[in-house]
Antibody, heavy 121, light 108 residues
Framework: QLQLQESGPGLVKPSETLSLTCTVS??????????WGWIRQPPGKGLEWIGS???????YYSPSLKSRVTISVDTSKNQFSLKLSSVTAADTAVYYC?????????????WGQGTMVTVSS | SSELTQDPAVSVALGQTVRITCQAD??????ASWYQQKPGQAPVLVIY???NRPSGIPDRFSGSSSGNTASLTITGAQAEDEADYYC???????????FGGGTKLTVL
């Protein structure tokens, strides 16, 4: 069964770039049926969709984060990655990687366990 | 920007029926998805498409929509249904996704 695992630093300094990687196991990231996305959740708050990528490299970003976000894919490693630049304390959150499914009604059917990232000096 | 509005908190007596709503700021061409999140855990998809349940989701969960409001109904709520519930849509331009603010469900 397909599983997703986030990895990356748990502490990032303000103004620096947050970098996370999601490793996909039990299935191929190159499937034409799915997009691969990032979602975050600040402590005690709700979910926020960050963006997603297709295996071909086509990306979709949240309008509110678009200027700071880059999502990339490495099909040879079955991984996709998130970079968020110029971070502030407001970017402190649990970051989830996930699989998006559906050609019309997109939904997120598989989630990683999440990784906490704290922005602090 | 697009917005989805959910009631922050809803309560239901054990075994009763509860409806959790998600109001969009405009009529949506797409169906909402619904997620259940328990403390310290990743969200779990419970409803997608017009009214579909992933494997393993009890049939007491159902989805519907009317106008610009999507609803998640739990018929015969159980103690284990106590959780936060989030709705989620594709954005109006179709190229991004948005989440509602979440509803905390308490089962009394």
């Amino acid at each position: 069964q397909l599983q997703l695992q986030e990895s990356g630093p748990g502490l990032v300094k303000p103004s620096e770039t947050l970098s996370l990687t999601c490793t996909v196991s039990g299935g191929s990231i190159s499937s034409s049926s799915y997009h691969w996305g990032w979602i975050r959740q600040p402590p005690g708050k709700g979910l926020e969709w960050i963006g997603s990528i297709y295996y071909s490299g086509t990306t979709y970003y949240s309008p509110s984060l678009k200027s700071r976000v880059t999502i990339s894919v490495d099909t040879s490693k079955n991984q996709f990655s998130l970079k968020l630049s110029s971070v502030t304390a407001a970017d402190t959150a649990v970051y989830y990687c996930a699989r998006e499914v559906g050609s019309i009604d997109h939904s997120i059917d598989i989630w990683g366990q999440g990784t906490m990232v704290t922005v602090s000096s | 920007s697009s917005e989805l509005t959910q009631d922050p908190a809803v309560s239901v007596a054990l075994g009763q029926t509860v409806r959790i709503t998600c109001q969009a700021d405009s009529l949506r061409s797409y169906h909402a998805s619904w997620y259940q999140q328990k403390p310290g855990q990743a969200p779990v998809l419970v409803i997608y498409g017009k009214n579909n349940r992933p494997s393993g989701i009890p049939d007491r969960f159902s989805g519907s929509s009317s106008g610009n409001t999507a609803s998640l109904t739990i018929t015969g709520a159980q103690a284990e249904d106590e959780a936060d519930y989030y709705c989620n849509y594709r954005g109006s331009s179709g190229d991004h996704m948005i989440f509602g603010g979440g509803t905390k469900l308490t089962v009394l």
